[in-house]
């Protein structure tokens, strides 16, 4: 399939339990990003990635960490996951074409909740 | 700090009218605005990119317009329909392109 794949679909944590999201592109995409939408609310952007082993925070990335080993793959960890964190998350991943198209691609979202 | 503002969050609109959403930003000079959909349980999906140095932008019946000066884009509908429902986010990228900033959206409700 092209496009962008995130595992898991759902998820219930407790409170100081660590996970990873998982988030793959298939289309070559140099730029990826990881955002997180509260119920009723916009995109929030956590990190993003313009390459392979490039990383940088987004508006709002205390509690999580990325690393970006590949082009394909741009895992979000969670770490100590409190309530606050309870969200849809949405990977993404866009392209820098030299007329400026830089449309971003969404994963289907997954849906955590911390209890 | 970057801020951008939806200026409602809903809509209603009767079917066959034109939908008029308005997107603000503060603080920020984006070298692209760009406009998503987005429906219930799903990820957003890309509508329509409009540059800095572009006025108007169409595509079939949607219409954006871009006005730098005022820090303001307008995201048109028209012949609006029920399938027309749903939330509609824009977003800004800066002219390296890495980051995309969206807003907190409208939702969007056409009654037959």
């Known amino acids: 399939n092209t496009g962008v794949t995130q595992t898991p679909k759902f998820r219930i944590l407790k409170i100081g339990q660590s996970m990873t999201l998982q988030c793959t592109q298939d289309m070559n995409h140099n730029y990826m990003y990881w955002y997180r939408q509260d119920p009723g609310m916009g995109l929030k952007l956590i990190y993003y990635?313009?390459?392979?082993?490039?990383?940088d925070k987004g508006e709002v990335p205390n509690g999580y960490n990325v690393s970006r080993s590949t082009t394909e793959d741009f895992p979000l960890r969670l770490e100590l996951a409190a309530p606050s964190q309870t969200s849809v998350y949405f990977c993404a991943s866009s392209y820098f074409r030299d007329r400026g198209r830089t449309e971003a691609f969404f994963g289907q979202g997954t849906r955590l909740t911390v209890v | 700090s970057q801020k951008i503002e939806q200026n409602s969050e809903a809509l209603n609109i009767q079917e066959g009218k034109t939908a008029t959403l308005t997107c603000n930003y503060t603080?920020?000079?984006?070298?692209?605005l760009q406009w998503y959909r987005q429906d219930p349980g799903r990820g957003p999906v890309f509508l329509l990119l409009i540059r800095e140095n572009e006025k108007e932008k169409r595509k079939e019946r949607l219409k954006v317009t871009f006005d730098t000066t005022l820090k303001q884009s307008l995201f048109h509908i028209t012949a609006s329909q029920p399938a027309d429902s749903a939330t509609y986010l824009c977003?800004?990228?800066?002219?390296?392109?890495?980051?995309?900033?969206f807003g907190s959206g409208t939702r969007l409700s056409i009654r037959p």
């Open positions: 990635s313009v390459g392979a082993g490039i990383t």
């Open positions: 603080n920020y000079s984006p070298a692209y």
């Open positions: 977003a800004l990228v800066g002219s390296s392109a890495s980051k995309i900033i």
